[in-house]
């Protein structure tokens, strides 16, 4: 079918052309590597305030959930299916993040993000020792996809397990390889819903061997397929893990109003198709397939699950990385974007100039947060839930009020876990966001208080609602706005939200 790599050699000694000219880098950090922690690192350090999703407040109020009162079996934090028993797949992840949150703050999850982003993109590159920018290119067409899931959550670290394992799925059969695969399995199905892949990946890599290895590795191959396959119910959760599954890769709902289980489109994610276009070209002057068929059927599997979903984009962007440095050489002849520099010595230190700027950059979004008046809000918020009144949170700010304010548990009407979601709560929620009529404000009437924090979605409702006469109306930049209802007691004092501290470590 295609030839082994034991018949082909490693596949960087095979392409003669551009790997025999190069000139090994003596440098502590290769030239390419050294680019895309530059470039990692001033990305981080420009939007740093951007790896703090909704995602990562959801992480780290369940990992800080975790530490301290074990693990959560059902849902008793939102009015949406409240009670209902709920699979927190993810636990190990949440843990994780919190426990760098305890750490370091808002500075520790922003850098250890980062380094996590670095290791993706950088470890190809940094293992080419080359005097050369050339393997850069791949990376940075990789990051380009990849950068836009910056933010801190579970996935991150399985991104990590993913590049980990693919070339570890890649060497010749073995007992080491063989265990260091079901490690990596066991963390990863108690990290993220993705550990399926390393399984599926295993069983490819075994399908796209020639027949003779087949037959020989058939045992050991399917084996070791099937045990990190089993590792997915080796979790505390056991076979209820399943249950996540359905509720997110067989619900057709979340494909339809979440933008991230959406399918791909040219509007949404341009950079996806502008690389992907860039790939095939690669692809199609080197023709890697001749020589290794797994990666190219690994590539082409995950650009199809990236149309299919913009959430598995990363995937694509990780075996690019990969692989695109080696089917470049293949695809550009010697010497052509080779960008070759006579010293490497400058590469560690611009390396390090480019962490510090990050790590000011992970500073100054940290005060950001810190003077945001968050902590304001959310007591305000947890005043008025002490007092029963009815409380409506943005779902942008949902999971962040949650974990700042004990109050408010059991009192907002929804999180991001969306496998909890039924057709009538995601019906409703589009109404709230987009119908402006008497019917469709009306609803709005079943709170007491409403916090609607972005302004593009909710802009026409707040002006909407302010018309009717029934609402006092507060602004709290940058936080959105705040609406109480007029027949209730005022806040006072109010103006600007009231400092009560940080809420960031």
């Known amino acids: 079918m295609a030839a082994s790599r034991d018949e082909r050699g490693d596949v960087s000694d095979s392409n003669s052309g551009a790997r025999l000219e190069q000139e090994q880098g003596g440098g502590a950090l290769s030239v390419s590597g050294a680019l895309i922690l530059v470039v990692v690192g001033l990305t981080f350090g420009l939007r740093a305030d951007g790896v703090l999703s909704a995602d990562t407040w959801f992480n780290l109020r369940f990992g800080q959930r975790i530490v301290r009162d074990g693990l959560p079996r059902i849902n008793d934090d939102v009015l949406v299916s409240l009670g209902a028993r709920w699979v927190d797949l993810q636990w190990l992840g949440h843990a994780a993040w919190y426990l760098v949150w305890a750490a370091g703050g808002v500075v520790g999850v922003v850098l250890v993000r980062g380094l996590l982003m670095a ?128 509720g997110t890769l067989g619900n057709p ?24 276009a860039v790939t095939a070209l690669i692809v199609w ?28 984009q990363v995937w694509f962007a990780i075996v690019l990385a990969r692989y695109g440095i080696v089917w470049l050489d293949e695809a550009l002849p010697s010497g052509e974007l080779g960008f070759r520099v006579r010293s490497t010595r400058w590469a560690l230190p611009v390396a390090i100039g480019a962490a510090l700027f990050a790590l000011a950059g992970t500073v100054w ?111 709290v930049p940058p936080l959105g706005k705040l609406l109480r209802r007029a027949n209730l007691p005022p806040i006072a004092p109010w103006g600007q939200p009231r400092s009560t501290g940080s809420s960031l470590p």
């Open 119 to 246: 290791y993706v993109l950088a470890a190809p590159c940094i293992a080419d020792r080359r005097k050369s920018l050339r393997p850069a290119l791949a990376a940075l067409l990789a990051g380009i996809i990849a950068m836009p899931f910056c933010a801190a959550r579970s996935q991150s670290f399985a991104e990590c397990l993913f590049a980990l394992s693919l070339p570890i799925i890649d060497q010749k059969p073995s007992r080491h390889r063989s265990l260091a695969l079901v490690v990596l399995s066991l963390v990863w199905a108690n990290m993220h819903g993705s550990a399926p892949l390393a399984a599926v990946l295993i069983g490819w890599r075994w399908l796209s061997r020639p027949a003779d290895d087949r037959r020989k590795s058939a045992v050991s191959e399917l084996t070791l397929a099937l045990l990190c396959a089993l590792a997915l119910i080796v979790t505390p959760y056991g076979a209820s893990v399943f249950s996540h599954y359905r």
């Open 253 to 276: 709902l979340l494909r339809r109003f979440v933008v991230e289980w959406a399918a791909a489109s040219f509007r949404e994610t341009p950079q996806f198709f502008a690389v992907g």
């Open 365 to 475: 979004a940290r005060t950001k947060l810190s003077r945001d008046g968050f902590s304001s809000v959310v007591t305000v918020l947890g005043d008025a839930a002490a007092r029963r009144e009815r409380v409506y949170v943005d779902l942008a700010q949902s999971d962040r009020a949650l974990m700042v304010e004990p109050r408010l548990r059991g009192k907002l009407p929804y999180d991001i876990r969306f496998e909890l979601w039924s057709s009538r709560d995601f019906n409703l929620q589009a109404v709230l966001e987009k119908d402006r009529s008497p019917s469709g404000l009306a609803r709005w009437e079943r709170w007491d208080v409403l916090w609607l924090e972005r302004p593009e979605e909710y802009g026409p409702v707040v002006r909407a609602l302010a018309r009717t006469g029934r609402w006092v109306i507060h602004d």
């Open 285 to 312: 002057r080197a023709k890697p397939w001749r020589k290794d068929v797994f990666a190219v059927g690994a590539l082409g599997a995950f650009v199809l699950l990236g149309l299919w979903s913009v959430r598995h």
